[in-house]
């Protein structure tokens, strides 16, 4: 049997080079198939980026094809999934999980505070200005099982923008993370970027992309729902 696709989607300013580290430990650890999707953050619209990863993942032809989003990454993803299931009697796609990596689902304050700035707001762009500002009301109500890792390692130019008064990655917080309806959610001692070079995020990724659910290990924060695989 093909094994199992993972494709990457990276975050605001980023290319999907950074995920290097990643992808291929979860290549060399679980035989995954991994590759990373790009696309414009600054200047992209939602709509033609969603469009435009379906037919990447269709393009794959594998029987089953996880998704991995970090921090921006993870939203687009969101919308990818509610996209599909706004078309039921569309072409669906392969089956599979979901991991986000220190995404913002519930809203950034860090993102707020800089749209907020004169001139700023530029450089984040009309894209995440839309999925990252203000309070969000979004839930996981899609057919595939999302797990959730928060960062706990507050290095990160967000942390210049956002005054945390609790655990964070140094850009999002952890209770920006915790998305209503995912299956699985924990808290790993990592920066926001760093989430994508630590060796045990990736084992963690893996771990749920393979099994539906994250490890447990004294002292890692975690909260599960009882949604189905």
């Known amino acids: 049997m093909a094994a199992a696709a993972v494709v990457y989607v990276h975050g605001l300013w980023l290319t ?53 989003g970090h921090s921006l990454g ?3 993803i969101y919308r990818l999934l509610e996209s599909v299931q706004r078309q039921p009697g569309g072409v669906q796609l392969p089956p599979g999980r979901v991991v986000f990596l220190g995404t913002p689902a519930v809203g950034s304050r860090a993102a707020t505070n800089v749209v907020g700035i004169p001139g700023l707001s530029a450089l984040v762009g009309r894209l995440a200005a839309e999925e990252l500002t203000g309070a969000s009301a979004r839930r996981w109500d899609f057919d595939r099982r999302l797990g959730i890792i928060a960062g706990t390692t507050p290095l990160g130019l967000g ?12 850009t999002v ?10 299956a699985d959610h924990i808290s790993l001692p990592a ?6 070079l630590s060796a045990r995020v990736a084992s963690e ?14 002292g890692q924060l975690r909260s599960a729902s009882a949604r189905s695989s």
């Open 16 to 68: 999907g080079h950074e995920s290097l580290i990643l992808r291929r430990r979860l290549a060399s650890e679980f035989g995954f198939e991994v590759d990373a999707f790009r696309y414009a953050t600054v200047s992209g619209g939602m709509t033609q980026i969603v469009a435009r990863l379906r037919r990447h993942i269709e393009a794959l032809a594998a029987p089953a094809v996880h998704l991995v």
């Open 74 to 76: 993870g939203l687009v």
């Open 159 to 170: 942390r210049f923008f956002a005054r945390f008064a609790e655990a964070n990655d140094g």
């Open 173 to 182: 917080a952890v209770s920006e993370t915790r998305l209503p309806g995912a």
């Open 191 to 196: 920066s926001h970027m760093g989430l994508l």
């Open 205 to 218: 990724t893996g771990r749920f992309l393979r099994d539906g659910r994250f490890s447990l290990a004294p």
